[in-house]
């Protein structure tokens, strides 16, 4: 299993591009996390998805973010426009089913600079 | 909300010898999971142990065991006979099991960063 794959693993951009984050889970994993790591705020989740359906997404910063899951395969994390302060590593994770006692497999991340 | 809080933001031991790595939380709830995840310079973030609250043993992997004392809210990690590539960052989560929208989060603490002398 090649684990979770995010891309980029480095983004650079200036301030008010719009910036794609890509995930793709474990095939069969059904749950889906984005987490957003800064030196100031520690990990801090943004959003889960259950079978495709956002769960909670209270966790976006701001109206600027949105993150779709189209299918079982695929999910995107969306900044537009991008600020300097959404500078930081992005992770996708994914778990099997919905028992609290699967265990959450990281990606490697996306380190986001943004200028 | 549960909070999980590590007091140590950095730590430091020899190889060879033994560290442990602290651990609260703030929670209502009697069931739910902690984990203590390892986060190497490479970033990736890597599983090291995890504990069912329902259950008072502590749990064990290897080198690695946790000090679970539920009511106390305190969940600690020792590293036993360190090794060099033990230095990486630690976080210790917590995992609801109650219904809604708080079903499976994992809440992770602010990290502690070990470092590990030869």
């Known amino acids: 299993d090649a684990g979770v794959i995010q891309s980029p693993r480095h983004e650079v951009t200036e301030m008010g591009q719009e910036v794609t984050l890509r995930c793709k889970p474990i095939?069969?994993?059904?749950?889906l996390f984005w987490y957003r790591q800064t030196m100031m705020r520690g990990l801090e989740l943004l959003i889960y998805f259950n079978n495709n359906v956002p769960i909670d997404d209270s966790g976006m910063p701001e109206d600027r973010f949105s993150a779709k899951m189209p299918n079982a395969s695929f999910s995107t994390l969306k900044i537009q426009p991008s600020e300097p302060r959404d500078s930081a590593v992005y992770f996708c994770?994914?778990?099997?089913?919905?028992?609290?006692?699967?265990?959450?497999?990281f990606g490697a991340g996306s380190r986001l600079t943004v200028l | 909300a549960q909070t999980v809080t590590q007091s140590q933001p950095e730590m430091s031991v020899q190889e060879a010898e033994t560290v442990t790595l602290s651990c609260t939380y703030d929670?209502?709830?009697?069931?739910?999971?902690l984990f203590w995840y390892k986060q190497p310079p490479s970033r990736q973030m890597i599983l090291v142990i995890r504990?069912?609250?329902?259950?008072?043993q502590n749990a064990t992997e290897n080198r690695f065991s946790v000090n679970f004392q539920k009511a106390a809210k305190s969940f600690s990690l020792k590293i036993s006979d360190s090794q060099l590539g033990d230095a990486a960052m630690y976080f210790c989560?917590?995992?609801?099991?109650?219904?809604?929208?708080?079903?499976?989060?994992?809440?992770f603490g602010q990290g502690t960063i070990l470092t590990v002398h030869p």
């Open positions: 504990q069912e609250a329902y259950k008072q």
């Open positions: 929670t209502s709830e009697s069931d739910y999971y």
């Open positions: 095939s069969g994993h059904n749950s």
């Open positions: 989560a917590y995992r609801s099991l109650t219904g809604g929208t708080s079903y499976g989060k994992l809440t």
């Open positions: 994770a994914s778990k099997p089913g919905f028992s609290g006692a699967n265990v959450l497999t």
